[in-house]
């Protein structure tokens, strides 16, 4: 199909940005890498009528971090950006890993995280590792800001809280505490360049007598949106982590989950699926505690 | 023998035309454009099987830009099919005319001024239907009072039988000590070639057509589109720019070449249709999913005794290459193995389904999966080594296949002593198990077909050679490279016989009207061999013509002989008398008072039974990870060994080998096209029909058992087709030995292995 034609708007400036999606708001995207959102556009039949890039809008394609704000990602930063960042190398494993082997390295050349985010699929890598270390998503609107917590940010498949005058101008991920352990694991059928069939990311905190402070896990591909597994969590609250616990927790992780049956893997498959990877991913963050206590 | 071979047999010459495709340089016919050229769009049936009620095209008509608007019962309403000797099995129309039989089936056609309004019109075309029950099993299309797809067909929905028997099977069968009877499954893959189809139709004076098209049997295209078109054959002519693969899936007249032509004609202007990778996969033609029942019997020290080995080819809605499918499928039931009583009984049945068609192997790759996987599990339960076991029943040079063939060369033993060395067999197979296995698959593969079902009257193959008196040379010849690299090997074949520089010479390929007749294409393995041998023999007469020049400028005694070699000829004897070959044909066109040099060869298998003039053989070697709590396959090695008599260029044969790993990775792990239960393809796009990637290919070892084929150009015999076939049942037999799992349907997913073991519902 040919592709709809369209004005492109390139602001320099976040206010200008806004005042373009205001101005043009019966039809109008925003454009960051522009992975998802052309593909939309040549097959499946979108046509706005303006386009509003924020490739060039000063501060966005920023990957940033302080222990006092933590990891701040810009909306036009691309994938691959956020993979090499050496903070996140060295402080986010689960969300490098996750950029490291999402997609293709076309994709992860052009694509944004933010970009990820925004167009809401039930598979999207960042989410379950962003999901698992309390990520946020700034919003701003002319004249306002929001920041909201990513389990509250998707509704549905596509769907999101973004209202149609805001921008998602940064994802926001608090700085981790001491003693944290984390890990991503993701599989489908095709071991390189896929889509994930079922993601898991966990995220451990322990005091300095080892209890559980914190624990987070975060499922994608098993249910209409990614999600967070409450009952693993409360499960591990508290406790002295060790492969037992993870295991019942790995069990528990399936409850948070409601897959269903498509040319990618059946909903028995993935929920059995949620379990072997939630049990590798806890095992990996136990691991990663005790190496650190040596 | 071998060594008597010219020096340039047995190079790894680079691909010619690889520079050009690596930097975009190379035309397509996608690339093409002609003034005022319209373009088409087809209107397919989105129900699987119904009558056509009415067909209302005013809308269309109206949409503005647009030229002309077809449906079936515009056009001649000719059947075609590549079967024209067996006239009954020729059963499609280029546009369906009172009844759809598949999703996709083609029931009108438009083109305009572009691409938008091509599409425009022919979402206006608006077409009542009777939908009409649908068949989308072999079981279901064969059971009491199934509908028939085609009324006219004789067997119900079984379009064709093939049956092979020989020996006393009842007896043989009595006389076994070890019988075991099994079932296998297999599924629809597509070609995947990088190139969706696309044809150009350009009317020429007189009524004439030149189609540009992306084919591998621009001879039957030619043959075909004049039959369906009312018009003599050399009224069409047939041209091909570059060709992104076919492996099977672009040898035969398709509807879009039909449309591009008839409209062309219509409007006076060229027309062109490009497929989407949409249309390829939800549409396009695949391999065939079968049906396949296995008895054998054995003799408690290993011997083969018996094969009773019947199949089910589920043919989609039309015949397609599904007839040459069933003879081939018979034919590799017992190609590997010499054993004294074999009955074989192939059905091609009718469904509802997108047409299953020739894919490399051509029958090959589903039977040898039934036929290794048995064998492996008969070697377990017999206690023997399933090397071993191949090695007590293997086909030698010699060995007679009654009323089929003669193996005039065969490195069956060769190849699988050296793939148990290779790999480490005998260790690596006691260590398996715990997620770890090696295993094991053989092959064999006809070099080019003897049966003539395309019922042509000219040879099989054929070449012009053209010399001339500034060294060069020039090759006509209809043969297509298709991405397999005969461009280039023809070329060193001619190169090494005339002994000049591979350089010097031109090649004309692929225009109908410029090239020698005939040539069938490129399928079956047959360019090497059947092109290879014509070029040989037109080279000859060359040199026939050059050398008298020889004996007359050097006054020779008639006991010498001449040599062909480094741009020169010269006396064998004394090479310092020569010329270069230029200046021989300089001569020899003078004493010609000026007619240029020329002459033409042929090939057809002569005396050579029904089936090939010569088989390749092999053996394969899988060494697989499986993470038994996810059921994910990894393997990690491949060791293949492999008989394709003399390698005329062993780059290109790894070429070969490469892509046939990783085409049978994807056929074995991967690959499958996903229907749902109105017949329609859901996985229409590479995310979802999951190809390997580079990144999921292992590393892989080969070697070369070199035979000497008498019939092939020096020695060679073919390496295209025959490596797709062995990947499959030794990646299955590693799986089982890493975890128990005997994979008895394709593809092995990590769910059918989980659910193997039990570890899921």
């Given at each position: 199909m040919a592709m709809p034609h369209f004005q492109l708007h390139q602001p320099k400036s976040l206010e200008e940005a806004l005042d373009l999606v205001a101005a043009h708001r019966s039809s109008v995207k925003i454009i960051a890498g522009g992975t998802d959102l052309l593909l939309k556009m040549r097959h499946?039949?979108?046509?706005?009528q303006h386009v509003v890039s924020?490739?060039?809008?000063?501060?966005?394609t920023h990957v940033s971090y302080t222990d006092e704000d933590g990891l701040v990602i810009g909306a036009a930063a691309k994938i691959s950006t956020v993979a090499e960042h050496p903070d996140v190398r060295r402080l986010y494993p689960a969300l490098a890993h996750a950029c490291d082997v999402m997609a293709t390295v076309q994709i992860r050349n052009m694509g944004t995280v933010v970009g990820n985010l925004a167009n809401a699929?039930?598979?999207?890598?960042t989410a379950a590792p962003l999901m698992a270390y309390g990520a946020s998503v700034v919003l701003v609107e002319r004249g306002g800001r929001r920041q909201v917590k990513l389990p509250e940010f998707f509704t549905g498949p596509g769907a999101?809280?973004?209202?149609?005058?805001?921008?998602?101008?940064a994802i926001r991920v608090p700085a981790p505490m001491q003693r944290t352990g984390s890990s991503y694991h993701r599989l489908s059928a095709?071991?390189?360049v896929d889509i994930a069939a079922v993601g898991v990311a966990s995220c451990l905190v322990t005091s300095m007598?080892?209890?559980?402070l914190a624990a987070r896990v975060a499922l994608s591909s098993v249910a209409p949106t990614p999600v967070r597994a409450y009952d693993a969590e409360e499960l591990l609250a508290g406790q002295t982590p060790d492969e037992m616990l993870l295991k019942r927790a790995a069990v528990a992780c399936v409850r948070a989950s409601s897959p269903i049956d498509d040319v990618r893997a059946t909903a028995n498959y993935r929920r059995r699926m949620v379990q072997v990877l939630a049990e590798r991913s806890l095992l990996d963050c136990l691991a990663q505690l005790e190496g650190g206590k040596k | 023998m071998r060594s008597q071979n010219p020096k340039l047999i047995g190079q790894s010459i680079p691909r010619l035309d690889a520079a050009m495709k690596a930097t975009g340089r190379a035309i397509y016919t996608d690339d093409l454009k002609f003034p005022g050229m319209l373009h088409g769009a087809l209107v397919r049936s989105p129900i699987a099987h119904g009558r056509i009620l009415n067909l209302d095209v005013t809308k269309a008509k109206k949409?503005?830009?647009?030229k002309d608007v077809i449906t079936?019962?515009?056009?001649?309403k000719i059947k075609y099919g590549n079967w024209r000797l067996v006239p009954?099995?020729?059963?499609?129309?280029?546009l369906a005319v009172g009844r759809v039989r598949f999703?996709?089936?083609?029931?009108a056609a438009v083109c305009a001024i572009d691409k938008e309004s091509a599409e425009k019109a022919a979402h206006a075309i608006v077409v009542d239907y009777e939908e009409l029950p649908a068949l989308f099993s072999v079981e279901d299309a064969t059971a009491q009072g199934a509908v028939k797809i085609?009324?006219?067909?004789?067997?119900g929905n079984v379009s064709l039988t093939r049956k092979i028997e020989y020996g006393d099977l009842a007896a043989m069968f009595a006389k076994a000590d070890y019988v075991r009877e099994d079932t296998f499954r297999v599924h629809p893959v597509q070609h995947a070639y990088l190139e969706p189809c696309s044809s150009i139709a350009v009317p020429e004076e007189g009524g004439r057509i030149t189609l540009y098209t992306s084919t591998q049997t621009p001879y039957i295209v030619q043959c075909l589109l004049a039959h369906t078109l009312g018009?003599?054959?050399?009224h069409v002519r047939v041209m091909k720019t570059q060709?992104?693969?076919?492996?099977?899936?672009?040898m035969e007249l398709r509807p879009w070449e039909f449309c591009a032509a008839f409209m062309a004609l219509r409007t006076g202007r060229p027309v062109k249709f490009t497929l989407t990778r949409t249309d390829e996969l939800a549409f396009g033609r695949r391999r065939h999913p079968m049906t396949i029942y296995s008895k054998v019997g054995f003799s408690k020290d290993g011997k083969l005794l018996a094969k009773d080995f019947q199949v089910m080819l589920d043919?989609?809605?039309?015949?397609a290459m599904g007839p040459t499918a069933t003879f081939l499928c018979g034919t590799f039931g017992n190609m590997l193995y010499n054993f004294p009583a074999y009955r074989y009984f192939g059905r091609h049945v009718y469904t509802n389904k997108p047409p299953a068609s020739a894919m490399r192997g051509f029958g090959a790759p589903q039977a040898a999966f039934a036929q290794e996987s048995q064998l492996n599990m008969a070697a377990e339960e017999l206690g023997i080594d399933p090397i071993d076991l191949r090695l007590i029943n293997a086909m030698q040079t010699g060995d007679v296949i009654p009323e089929v063939a003669t193996?005039?060369?065969?490195?069956f033993k060769e190849s699988l002593e050296k793939v148990r060395q290779m790999s480490g067999w005998d260790a690596k197979r006691k260590a398996a198990g715990n997620g770890r296995g090696i295993g094991v698959g053989c092959f064999s593969f006809i070099s080019?077909?003897?049966?003539?079902?395309?019922?042509?009257?000219?040879?099989?193959s054929a070449a012009e050679v053209k010399v001339f008196d500034d060294g060069t040379a020039q090759l006509h010849s209809m043969?297509?490279?298709?991405?397999?690299g005969t461009d280039t090997v023809l070329r060193q074949i001619m190169a090494a016989e005339l002994g000049?520089?591979?350089?010097k010479i031109r090649l004309v390929s692929m225009d109908t009207a410029n090239t020698p007749k005939a040539d069938l294409g490129s399928?079956?393995?047959r360019v090497t061999l059947m092109n290879g041998n014509a070029i040989i023999q037109a080279c000859r007469k060359i040199k026939e013509q050059l050398t008298p020049i020889l004996f007359t400028e050097f006054d020779l005694n008639q006991i010498h002989d001449v040599g062909f070699e480094d741009d020169r000829v010269f006396?064998?004897?004394?090479?310092?008398k020569g010329m270069s070959f230029g200046e021989a044909v300089y001569k020899a066109v003078r004493g010609r008072q000026g007619a240029p040099l020329s002459a033409t060869g042929f090939y057809t298998p002569r005396?050579?039974?029904?089936?090939?003039p010569a088989f390749s053989f092999g053996a394969q070697v899988a060494e697989v990870r499986v993470d038994?709590?996810?059921g994910l396959v990894s393997v990690d090695q491949m060791y293949t060994a492999h008989d394709c008599?003399?390698?005329?260029n062993p780059m290109a044969v790894e070429g070969q080998l490469e892509g046939a790993i990783h085409m049978g990775l994807g056929y074995t792990l991967m690959e499958n096209l996903i229907m749902d239960d109105k017949g329609?393809?859901?996985?229409?796009?590479f995310l979802d029909y999951k190809i390997a990637t580079a990144q999921d290919m292992p590393p892989s070892d080969y070697a070369e058992i070199e035979t000497f084929e008498p019939?092939?150009?020096?020695?060679a015999k073919e390496a295209?087709?025959?490596?797709?076939?062995?990947t499959a049942p030794a990646i299955a037999d590693a799986v089982k030995q890493a975890t128990g799992f005997r994979a008895m349907?394709?593809?092995?997913t990590p769910e059918r292995i989980l659910r193997g073991l039990g570890k899921l519902k």
């Amino acid at each position: 199909m040919a592709m709809p034609h369209f004005q492109l708007h390139q602001p320099k400036s976040l206010e200008e940005a806004l005042d373009l999606v205001a101005a043009h708001r019966s039809s109008v995207k925003i454009i960051a890498g522009g992975t998802d959102l052309l593909l939309k556009m040549r097959h499946a039949g979108l046509a706005p009528q303006h386009v509003v890039s924020l490739n060039r809008v000063s501060g966005l394609t920023h990957v940033s971090y302080t222990d006092e704000d933590g990891l701040v990602i810009g909306a036009a930063a691309k994938i691959s950006t956020v993979a090499e960042h050496p903070d996140v190398r060295r402080l986010y494993p689960a969300l490098a890993h996750a950029c490291d082997v999402m997609a293709t390295v076309q994709i992860r050349n052009m694509g944004t995280v933010v970009g990820n985010l925004a167009n809401a699929a039930p598979s999207a890598d960042t989410a379950a590792p962003l999901m698992a270390y309390g990520a946020s998503v700034v919003l701003v609107e002319r004249g306002g800001r929001r920041q909201v917590k990513l389990p509250e940010f998707f509704t549905g498949p596509g769907a999101t809280v973004r209202e149609s005058l805001e921008v998602i101008e940064a994802i926001r991920v608090p700085a981790p505490m001491q003693r944290t352990g984390s890990s991503y694991h993701r599989l489908s059928a095709r071991s390189k360049v896929d889509i994930a069939a079922v993601g898991v990311a966990s995220c451990l905190v322990t005091s300095m007598a080892g209890e559980i402070l914190a624990a987070r896990v975060a499922l994608s591909s098993v249910a209409p949106t990614p999600v967070r597994a409450y009952d693993a969590e409360e499960l591990l609250a508290g406790q002295t982590p060790d492969e037992m616990l993870l295991k019942r927790a790995a069990v528990a992780c399936v409850r948070a989950s409601s897959p269903i049956d498509d040319v990618r893997a059946t909903a028995n498959y993935r929920r059995r699926m949620v379990q072997v990877l939630a049990e590798r991913s806890l095992l990996d963050c136990l691991a990663q505690l005790e190496g650190g206590k040596k | 023998m071998r060594s008597q071979n010219p020096k340039l047999i047995g190079q790894s010459i680079p691909r010619l035309d690889a520079a050009m495709k690596a930097t975009g340089r190379a035309i397509y016919t996608d690339d093409l454009k002609f003034p005022g050229m319209l373009h088409g769009a087809l209107v397919r049936s989105p129900i699987a099987h119904g009558r056509i009620l009415n067909l209302d095209v005013t809308k269309a008509k109206k949409v503005p830009g647009v030229k002309d608007v077809i449906t079936g019962y515009d056009t001649p309403k000719i059947k075609y099919g590549n079967w024209r000797l067996v006239p009954a099995s020729q059963d499609e129309l280029p546009l369906a005319v009172g009844r759809v039989r598949f999703v996709g089936d083609e029931v009108a056609a438009v083109c305009a001024i572009d691409k938008e309004s091509a599409e425009k019109a022919a979402h206006a075309i608006v077409v009542d239907y009777e939908e009409l029950p649908a068949l989308f099993s072999v079981e279901d299309a064969t059971a009491q009072g199934a509908v028939k797809i085609h009324e006219e067909n004789q067997d119900g929905n079984v379009s064709l039988t093939r049956k092979i028997e020989y020996g006393d099977l009842a007896a043989m069968f009595a006389k076994a000590d070890y019988v075991r009877e099994d079932t296998f499954r297999v599924h629809p893959v597509q070609h995947a070639y990088l190139e969706p189809c696309s044809s150009i139709a350009v009317p020429e004076e007189g009524g004439r057509i030149t189609l540009y098209t992306s084919t591998q049997t621009p001879y039957i295209v030619q043959c075909l589109l004049a039959h369906t078109l009312g018009l003599p054959e050399n009224h069409v002519r047939v041209m091909k720019t570059q060709i992104g693969g076919g492996f099977g899936g672009k040898m035969e007249l398709r509807p879009w070449e039909f449309c591009a032509a008839f409209m062309a004609l219509r409007t006076g202007r060229p027309v062109k249709f490009t497929l989407t990778r949409t249309d390829e996969l939800a549409f396009g033609r695949r391999r065939h999913p079968m049906t396949i029942y296995s008895k054998v019997g054995f003799s408690k020290d290993g011997k083969l005794l018996a094969k009773d080995f019947q199949v089910m080819l589920d043919g989609g809605a039309y015949n397609a290459m599904g007839p040459t499918a069933t003879f081939l499928c018979g034919t590799f039931g017992n190609m590997l193995y010499n054993f004294p009583a074999y009955r074989y009984f192939g059905r091609h049945v009718y469904t509802n389904k997108p047409p299953a068609s020739a894919m490399r192997g051509f029958g090959a790759p589903q039977a040898a999966f039934a036929q290794e996987s048995q064998l492996n599990m008969a070697a377990e339960e017999l206690g023997i080594d399933p090397i071993d076991l191949r090695l007590i029943n293997a086909m030698q040079t010699g060995d007679v296949i009654p009323e089929v063939a003669t193996v005039s060369s065969c490195g069956f033993k060769e190849s699988l002593e050296k793939v148990r060395q290779m790999s480490g067999w005998d260790a690596k197979r006691k260590a398996a198990g715990n997620g770890r296995g090696i295993g094991v698959g053989c092959f064999s593969f006809i070099s080019g077909g003897v049966f003539n079902w395309f019922n042509t009257k000219y040879n099989f193959s054929a070449a012009e050679v053209k010399v001339f008196d500034d060294g060069t040379a020039q090759l006509h010849s209809m043969a297509c490279d298709i991405g397999q690299g005969t461009d280039t090997v023809l070329r060193q074949i001619m190169a090494a016989e005339l002994g000049i520089s591979i350089d010097k010479i031109r090649l004309v390929s692929m225009d109908t009207a410029n090239t020698p007749k005939a040539d069938l294409g490129s399928w079956g393995s047959r360019v090497t061999l059947m092109n290879g041998n014509a070029i040989i023999q037109a080279c000859r007469k060359i040199k026939e013509q050059l050398t008298p020049i020889l004996f007359t400028e050097f006054d020779l005694n008639q006991i010498h002989d001449v040599g062909f070699e480094d741009d020169r000829v010269f006396v064998k004897a004394n090479p310092k008398k020569g010329m270069s070959f230029g200046e021989a044909v300089y001569k020899a066109v003078r004493g010609r008072q000026g007619a240029p040099l020329s002459a033409t060869g042929f090939y057809t298998p002569r005396n050579k039974g029904l089936v090939s003039p010569a088989f390749s053989f092999g053996a394969q070697v899988a060494e697989v990870r499986v993470d038994q709590d996810t059921g994910l396959v990894s393997v990690d090695q491949m060791y293949t060994a492999h008989d394709c008599g003399v390698a005329i260029n062993p780059m290109a044969v790894e070429g070969q080998l490469e892509g046939a790993i990783h085409m049978g990775l994807g056929y074995t792990l991967m690959e499958n096209l996903i229907m749902d239960d109105k017949g329609r393809t859901l996985n229409t796009n590479f995310l979802d029909y999951k190809i390997a990637t580079a990144q999921d290919m292992p590393p892989s070892d080969y070697a070369e058992i070199e035979t000497f084929e008498p019939e092939g150009p020096y020695g060679a015999k073919e390496a295209g087709e025959g490596l797709a076939i062995p990947t499959a049942p030794a990646i299955a037999d590693a799986v089982k030995q890493a975890t128990g799992f005997r994979a008895m349907e394709l593809p092995i997913t990590p769910e059918r292995i989980l659910r193997g073991l039990g570890k899921l519902k």
